[in-house]
């Protein structure tokens, strides 16, 4: 990338960033030593009781039992293994009515780490375009 385009793609990091922290769901990102690199403010939120944004910087390891730790680490390996593996179903919470997921991250194909990606099943209740 010449250096006009790397400035240019450096300047929508903050638009990247935004929309991560924007999303009402839980978004937790690792890097591929499992380190937890950012917690957008839903996921500071909803992991409170467990550290909140202390976090960020500690193993995703530590926060899960010996069989979650072998899943995780089988997902990652069959991530690095080809180019299009790239999202795997791992839990549905029926309290909440969502499903996760673990999904890849590539930097130009080469997997970079991985993300904790949560989709709620309600209706939503918003009025369309409310904005009084």
Not at 14 to 25: A, E, P
Request: aromatic share 12%.
């Amino acid at each position: 990338m010449d250096k006009e385009k790397d400035l240019k793609f450096k300047s929508y990091v903050r638009f990247f960033k935004s929309i991560v922290d924007q999303d009402r769901s839980p978004v937790v990102i690792c890097n591929l030593n499992h380190e937890i690199i950012y917690m957008n403010p839903a996921a500071i939120h909803n992991y409170e009781k467990r550290g909140g944004d202390r976090l960020i910087g500690r193993s995703l390891l530590e926060c899960h039992n010996q069989e979650s730790k072998e899943k995780i680490q089988q997902v990652v390996d069959w991530f690095e293994a080809d180019v299009n593996h790239n999202i795997v179903y791992t839990f549905h919470n029926q309290k909440q009515n969502k499903d996760v997921y673990m999904v890849a991250l590539r930097d130009e194909g080469k997997l970079i780490g991985y993300y904790e990606k949560h989709e709620y099943r309600n209706a939503e209740s918003m009025k369309f375009y409310d904005l009084w």
